[in-house]
């Protein structure tokens, strides 16, 4: 008798849910379920990535998750950059210095006439177009693309090429079971 009330507690809670909860929490779970499923590219940035290197105490991360195809998205932070006004990704190997594959962040105004460089330790996310997903994938896999942080009033002339920089690369991870 008792396990048959508790089952008449659970149904009757159950009718009381907002259909619109519902379809909030499945939106939710598929979200997490598709973030759990992404590919992962790491860039860890600092001066001596650069080329020429660069002497400082700048340093940052660059993550992307590739959810699908058509949906890649990056989380950048940098910690101790003064005058950081532009960042982006590079095609190139660890070697090289690459063209530019993707602008990610640039510190101008919107009507473009000046800078606002950003000093300090901060973080941005951007999204990669789905047009250069698979490129993207392809040359991370290679350890052939990077992630570079420019400032504004570089220590050296080298830093006009680039502060930090770090190769992206593919992510693994150890699976428990």
């Not at 590919?39 to 993550?63: D, F, I, Q, S, W």
């Not at 392809?138 to 220590?155: D, E, G, S």
Request: net charge positive; aromatic share 10%.
């Amino acid at each position: 008798q008792n396990a048959r009330i508790v089952s008449r507690k659970q149904t009757w809670k159950m009718s009381r849910i907002n259909p619109k909860t519902i379809s909030f929490l499945a939106l939710a779970l598929l979200c997490v379920a598709a973030c759990a499923n992404a590919t992962e590219y790491v860039a860890k940035m600092n001066g001596k990535n650069t080329v020429p290197p660069v002497n400082t105490k700048a340093t940052g991360t660059c993550l992307v998750k590739v959810v699908n195809s058509t949906y890649a998205y990056g989380n950048v932070q940098v910690k101790n950059v003064h005058d950081s006004f532009m960042a982006h990704i590079h095609f190139g190997n660890k070697t090289t210095n690459g063209n530019i594959m993707l602008w990610t962040f640039n510190s101008t105004l919107n009507n473009g006439a000046s800078m606002q460089p950003i000093s300090g330790s901060y973080s941005y996310r951007f999204v990669i177009p789905a047009n250069l997903i698979a490129q993207f994938e392809t040359l991370a896999k290679a350890q052939n693309c990077y992630y570079n942080v420019h400032t504004l009033n570089p220590p050296s002339a080298a830093t006009l090429i680039g502060l930090i920089r770090g190769q992206f690369r593919k992510v693994t991870r150890r699976r428990l079971f």
